[in-house]
């Protein structure tokens, strides 16, 4: 991806705490539980948006 393009953006709601998704997207061991269990060395770099709407 080229910096002048846009950003892909992924927007999914879940029926669980942020804590829970939190660590799910970022903790290593979570991941590989819950994604996928070939993850050599993960850095998460995450930028997370939360809005409520009325």
Known sequence: MKISEPPIIVEQKFDLSIDVIWKSITDVHEMK???FDNIPDFKAKVVLMV???L
């Open 51 to 53: 809005g409520i709407i």
């Open 33 to 35: 539980q819950c994604i």
